[in-house]
C-alpha cells in the first residue's frame, strides 16, 4: 500500500505561484510514477501533469504547458508541482495519484490517490 498526501493548495490572484506536494508512505515510492489531476466543480477529471519513477519523462496537458512543472525527490518521497501564472480557471481540488508502472494519461489506471487539496485563484 501507498498513501499519499498533497498540500500547498491555498488561494492566491492571477499571475501568481503556488507549488503543491505530494508525499507518500508504504511501499518504495521510488518505483511508482505519478500524476497530478484536478476536478473542478461539475468537471470531470482531468490529467494535469505525469512523472516516471526516475524523473527523467514528463508529461503535461496542453493547458498547463509552460506554466506547471512537476518533479520529484525521491529522498523524501515527494512529487511536486510548481504552478506558476495561474489563472482562475486553475480553480479546483487537485489530487495525486500514483502507479507501479509507468505513467498514464488515464485516472482509473492510478491505484493510490491522495485526498486532495484546494487551489483557488482569484481575478
Known amino acids: 500500500q501507498v498513501q499519499l498526501v498533497e498540500s500547498g493548495g491555498g488561494l492566491v490572484q492571477a499571475g501568481g505561484s503556488l507549488r503543491l506536494s505530494c508525499a507518500a508512505s508504504?511501499?518504495?515510492?521510488?518505483?511508482?510514477?505519478v500524476g497530478w489531476f484536478r476536478q473542478a466543480p461539475g468537471k470531470g477529471r482531468e490529467l494535469l501533469a505525469a512523472?516516471?519513477?526516475?524523473?527523467?519523462?514528463?508529461y503535461y496537458v496542453d493547458s498547463v504547458k509552460g506554466r506547471f512543472t512537476i518533479s520529484r525527490d525521491n529522498a523524501k518521497n515527494t512529487v511536486y508541482l510548481q504552478m506558476d501564472s495561474l489563472k482562475p480557471e486553475d480553480t479546483a481540488t487537485y489530487y495525486c495519484?500514483?502507479?507501479?508502472?509507468?505513467?498514464?494519461?488515464?485516472?482509473?489506471?492510478?491505484?493510490?490517490w491522495g485526498q486532495g487539496t484546494q487551489v483557488t485563484v482569484s481575478s
Open positions: 495519484a500514483a502507479r507501479n508502472r509507468a505513467y498514464s494519461l488515464t485516472d482509473f489506471r492510478y491505484d493510490y
Open positions: 508504504g511501499r518504495t515510492f521510488s518505483t511508482f510514477a
Open positions: 512523472i516516471n519513477w526516475s524523473g527523467g519523462s514528463t
